[in-house]
């Protein structure tokens, strides 16, 4: 099933690994979103949030070097309000906490499935745009 | 002038023999009282000192009296308190207190009748006679000399009976009861002459010549003091003989001076008064003489007066007065003798205060010494203390310090095995999300290999793969969620589990119930891994095949703890059953060949059946290693 034709809405991609990244534009592309971009590191992600303005952000937190996915996401919803689905691996309650207190948006635990991954998205943006 | 020999404690005579020999005893007892301990005949010989004492000093008397009740009271002796408060009583009869010895008195007598001594009961009576006869109650001194005198006669104690006659005697004749008195004297005297105490014999002749000069008697007074002198003479009893002679002058004296005895007939005595005066003025030179010799003062005095008289009677003036002055002189002699004594006892006073002080100095030097030795003695075991003690708390204090630092080393070494444990366990985190990580980067490959497949056949395939990383993955999640990393608990992970495969196989339009049971337990990763891929295994195939044509079904799904011994899984649905021809042991699709080696790995039994009504697996095994 392919709906790339169709526009959900915009999602910017932040993950530093490749693979990843590259398995979920297929994922998005495949169920109708468009992406925006896709940033590999923190500070990218804010140039990238800035200059894209997208209707979602898919937001690793272990970025590698420089600041994190919740530091750079914090820096951004300083000057917007762009929803941020936070996707990572880490689980632990001292890093779902400091997430939830920037972006309270959605937190979807690696490995996750190209289903549980589409219905996260779909309930974040449905939810942004309700309110 | 004349005082009546009355005898005081059965028998007493003042008499300048006796007086040496009570000396004599007197070193001779404190010589003894040295080497005895303290037993009754030590009570005997602080009696017998405080007895002849009272003669001298009664207070030193009182003080042998008292040295002897003590030790009496000590031994519990009774006959020794007794005899010891009747010494008591008579020197302080002989000082002139006479409550207190009536007080002493009566309590010897209270012991002598508690111990029945009858001889004791005599003596008390005797003396408590005497003491009421100085006092002048001669009524009452009557009565205890005739108890006495009755007592004595019934343990036919002569002597003692003939000096109660003779006390007797001397009472009634205060009484001027003559009668009375004389026939006490002769009872007395009988009783004298017959045991032969010659010396009592005199006492009661010159105690009877008393009776008859004031009778006027002279003939028979002047007949018995010969007698007395007599007897005096043949026992060498000077001081007697002395007074019995001034006893005789003042007949003498009498007779002169009485114009009716000049008229009698009497052969020792002439009716002529210078004749009597001269006889009178022989015998008290005589007593002068003997008194000399024995320098008694106070007797000395008496007959220088007696003398002075006769010699004034005669008409020779000059003597008169010599011996009036003599008199005087005795007299002040006295006077300075009492004096002397006085001063001598405020000396002796001063000497046993001084004694008292040196002996409060002593004790306070011995206290002190004792004080010394005590303080010495705390100082040397502050000393040994220090000794001892100060290395015991310099090596507790040292053994403390190295517990201190023992506890503080244990603690830098808690504190870095807690920073070391911390620091794995982060590490382990970042394992364990590393491992998350790749096997979401292996999802993502098979996704996207699968993404460029159209084979549903092989699609199929990939999400099998797929659901198998997830499955693990999810083993992983629970993992970094629990702080113990070797238990993690089984429950929420096959709920998990099942959920997600519920949501990844079931077509929307299909109703399956979950009958779910599982024992809230642990287990260790490894288990949990190889017991998640056959669950998935399994209930992957139910959800995939068991219900191709049904709407609805059910699966249940079972984990029981037996007992912490072993496991049992029971996984089973209402489906069609395994096609036909399908073995399980055969393990000709990947499904079957995880689920057979997933059992073989933890050493599991596996049991199969399969029916048009359902597939069942049994899977049983052990919880603790063997």
């Known amino acids: 099933m392919n709906n790339n034709e169709s526009n959900k809405g915009t999602i910017l991609i932040v993950e530093d690994e490749n693979i990843v990244a590259m398995n979920l534009k297929m994922i998005l592309q495949r169920k109708g979103y468009k992406i925006a971009g896709h940033a590999r590191t923190g500070q990218a992600a804010i140039e990238m949030a800035k200059e894209t303005v997208p209707d979602l952000i898919i937001m690793d937190i272990n970025l590698g070097s420089g600041i994190d996915g919740i530091q750079a996401a914090d820096q951004i919803l300083q000057t917007s309000d762009i929803p941020i689905l936070f996707a990572t691996g880490n689980s632990d309650k001292a890093t779902v906490s400091r997430a939830a207190e920037i972006s309270g948006d959605g937190y979807l635990v690696k490995p996750y499935l190209a289903d549980q991954l589409e219905e996260a998205v779909g309930n974040t943006i449905k939810k942004y745009k309700s309110n | 002038m004349w005082v009546k020999v009355f005898l005081f404690l059965i028998a007493f005579t003042v008499s300048a023999s006796a007086q040496k020999q009570g000396y004599e005893l007197i070193d001779s007892l404190k010589s003894k009282l040295t080497v005895t301990g303290e037993d009754t005949s030590r009570v005997r010989i602080l009696g017998k000192l405080s007895f002849q004492y009272f003669r001298y000093d009664t207070d030193l008397g009182i003080y042998y009296a008292v040295e002897a009740i003590k030790l009496a009271e000590k031994l519990h002796w009774d006959l020794g308190l007794a005899f010891s408060f009747n010494y008591m009583g008579t020197n302080y009869a002989v000082k002139g207190n006479y409550p207190k010895a009536l007080e002493y008195f009566h309590k010897s007598l209270s012991k002598y009748t508690e111990i029945g001594n009858k001889q004791g009961i005599a003596f008390l009576c005797n003396n408590l006679g005497n003491l009421y006869r100085l006092q002048k109650d001669n009524s009452k001194a009557a009565d205890y000399f005739e ?209 008292d002080k040196q002996i409060e100095i002593q004790t306070l030097e011995i206290e002190k010494k004792n004080s010394q030795i005590i303080t010495a003695a705390v100082l040397f075991a502050a000393l040994l203390l220090a000794v001892f003690f100060l290395p015991f708390l310099y090596f507790k204090r040292k053994a403390y310090t190295a517990l201190l630092k023992e506890v503080a080393a244990r603690k830098a070494a808690e504190e870095k095995i807690r920073a070391s444990l911390k620091e794995k366990e982060i590490l382990l985190k970042e394992v364990h999300h590393r491992v998350k990580n790749n096997m979401q980067i292996i999802s993502s490959l098979l996704d996207i290999q699968s993404g460029m497949l159209t084979d549903s056949r092989m699609l199929d395939i990939f999400k099998d793969s797929q659901n198998r990383i997830q499955a693990m993955a999810m083993v992983h999640e629970l993992t970094y969620k629990t702080p113990d990393f070797t238990n993690i608990n089984i429950k929420e992970y096959f709920l998990n589990l099942v959920e997600h495969l519920q949501h990844t196989y079931l077509a929307t339009n299909k109703q399956i119930n979950y009958e779910i049971e599982i024992d809230d337990m642990n287990l260790d990763i490894d288990k949990i891994i190889s017991i998640g891929l056959i669950v998935n295994e399994i209930i992957t195939n139910s959800l995939k095949h068991a219900f191709p044509h049904k709407d609805t079904g059910t699966v249940k799904f079972s984990l029981k703890n037996y007992e912490g011994k072993y496991c049992m899984i029971s996984l089973s649905d209402n489906g069609i059953g395994l096609k036909e021809g399908i073995n399980i042991e055969e393990q000709k699709t990947l499904g079957l060949f995880l689920i057979s080696s997933m059992c073989e790995q933890i050493g599991s039994t596996l049991h199969n059946s399969s029916s048009d009504k359902g597939t069942e697996y049994i899977i049983k095994f052990k919880l603790e290693e063997e």
């Open chain 2, 147 to 355: 108890q006495a005198t009755r007592i004595n006669k019934e343990l036919n104690n002569k002597i003692d009976l003939a000096k109660n006659y003779n006390n007797l005697g001397i009472v009634f004749a205060n009484l001027r009861d003559y009668k009375k008195s004389e026939k006490y004297y002769v009872l007395g005297l009988e009783i004298a002459n017959s045991e032969k105490d010659l010396e009592l014999a005199a006492q009661i002749m010159i105690n009877t010549a008393e009776n008859k000069m004031e009778l006027k008697d002279y003939c028979e007074a002047v007949s018995l003091s010969m007698q007395a002198i007599d007897i005096s003479k043949k026992l060498g009893i000077t001081y007697d003989r002395a007074v019995y002679f001034r006893h005789l002058g003042n007949i003498y004296l009498k007779i002169a001076g009485d114009k009716i005895s000049q008229m009698s007939n009497c052969q020792f005595y002439s009716s002529s008064r210078i004749t009597n005066l001269t006889s009178a003025k022989s015998y008290l030179l005589n007593s002068i003489s003997l008194m000399e010799g024995i320098n008694d003062l106070s007797e000395l005095s008496e007959t220088s007066l007696l003398l002075s008289q006769v010699y004034e009677q005669l008409g020779d003036q000059k003597n008169a007065l010599t011996y009036y002055k003599k008199y005087s002189a005795f007299k002040d002699s006295v006077f300075s003798n009492d004096n002397s004594l006085k001063i001598a006892k405020l000396e002796k006073e001063r000497e046993l205060a001084l004694k």
